[in-house]
């Protein structure tokens, strides 16, 4: 037997850091005194429909297998439709994996469309998990910035050209983006869609956030601009339009060849998505829109409530989504610094986000404002005020 002191783990492992977020939560405990801006929950309830339809499979035969692998025919129909409808774009349900999530999905298209070695452009900030998911998949991350402007979040777009090398496959974006809360508007897609277009990369959107849109803002896909549709990896989830985060279902959806690819790396890595909680989320697809319409007023009457009770701070207005930025460096503190005072003086839990991007995220705090009603979220002013007008 090989001794325990000679054996190794993986170095793929090595630029992978752990997650802050669990360590602010395990920090907060389960003092209900605390704000918890901290992790992306949202105490809004999923669509009734959904509900009843999860509590019906839990008796269902066909809900309890294996089968079909890449998801019941009629929920990958009922994503195939939406798509359509959004981009005017014909897809059918070949065209459609079905997912444990759209983390899942992240990881599936990486490794469906990329080699070790390969280069994949994020912005930055984005989501850490979204980071480690390229590396885990042997890929290098490059990071083009999200640059703050009018007190918006806007990307460098002059940024796009010198980011693509000859072995960049890919650009992995998301509008809203988390954490920013970045809406990207239509002459950054068509900037974005042009690098595709011109250095042939794959257009990996995240669209988990996609209808969680503030101020009347338009919904763009990028698979609808020209010359996308065959480029265009869209990923989506369940989780955050209809607040089914502990469903853990999300899709990936392609036209042409690279669906099978998808599909064979989900075959082998999850085998098969929830059944139980496919059945809801196809009833939540087929529900009134209106409970999403309504969710998204409430998400933005709190991101309404964060900003004007924070208007003496750093904090950059998001276009959507479920978070916002303050840039702790802006006041002097680093954000894991910022985090310590904001729970020790001020009982909220928010999480720095040192590894989130590259040279810009580390300078900010993440506050999640869709776990708290509107009552709590306005004594956030003077939480701050407790937390930092006292000096170190």
Not at 93 to 117: N, Q
Not at 296 to 318: C, F, G, K, S
Request: proline share 7%; with cysteine.
């Amino acid at each position: 037997m090989t001794p325990p002191q000679l054996m190794r783990s993986s170095h793929r492992l090595d630029q992978l850091p752990g997650f802050s977020i669990d360590q602010v939560a395990s920090d907060a405990g389960s003092d209900p005194g605390v704000l918890r801006l901290e992790n992306l929950d949202t105490d809004l309830r999923p669509p009734p429909e959904a509900i009843q339809a999860t509590r019906a499979a839990l008796d269902s035969d066909e809900a309890n297998s294996y089968l079909p692998f890449t998801g019941r025919e009629d929920l990958r129909h009922a994503i195939a439709q939406r798509l359509q409808k959004q981009t005017g774009i014909p897809y059918t349900e070949r065209d459609v994996v079905i997912t444990c999530g759209a983390t899942e999905g992240i990881l599936d298209a990486l490794l469906a469309s990329t080699d070790p070695g390969d280069e994949v452009i994020l912005t930055d900030p984005i989501y850490a998990g979204i980071i480690n998911r390229v590396r885990l998949a042997g890929a290098v991350p490059r990071f083009v910035p999200l640059l703050v402007e009018h007190g918006e979040w806007r990307l460098e777009v002059g940024a796009l050209g010198p980011a693509s090398r000859p072995n960049t496959r890919a650009l992995l974006a998301m509008s809203p983006s988390m954490p920013s809360g970045a809406v990207l508007d239509r002459a950054e897609w068509d900037a974005i869609a042009d690098l595709c277009r011109r250095e042939s990369l794959w257009l990996l959107y995240n669209a988990a956030t996609e209808r969680i849109l503030f101020d009347g803002r338009p919904q763009i896909h990028p698979a609808a601009l020209p010359g996308m549709a065959e480029r265009t990896i869209t990923i989506g989830s369940v989780s955050k339009e209809f607040r089914m985060i502990g469903w853990r279902v999300g899709w990936v959806a392609a036209r042409g060849d690279i669906v099978e690819k998808i599909a064979r790396v989900h075959i082998y890595n999850v085998v098969t998505p929830i059944g139980i909680a496919q059945a809801g989320a196809l009833a939540a697809l087929r529900s009134s829109p209106a409970g999403a319409e309504a969710c998204v007023l409430e998400w933005q009457a709190r991101r309404d409530t964060v900003l004007q009770q924070l208007a003496d701070y750093p904090v950059v207005r998001p276009g959507g989504g479920w978070c916002l930025l303050l840039d702790t460096a802006a006041m002097g503190f680093e954000p894991a610094a910022a985090s310590k005072l904001l729970l020790d003086r001020g009982r909220v839990a928010a999480t720095p986000m040192q590894h989130w991007g590259q040279t810009v995220a580390p300078r900010y705090l993440r506050l999640v404002f869709s776990n708290e009603p509107v009552s709590r979220l306005a004594t956030l002013g003077e939480r701050f005020r407790r937390a930092f007008d006292q000096g170190c």
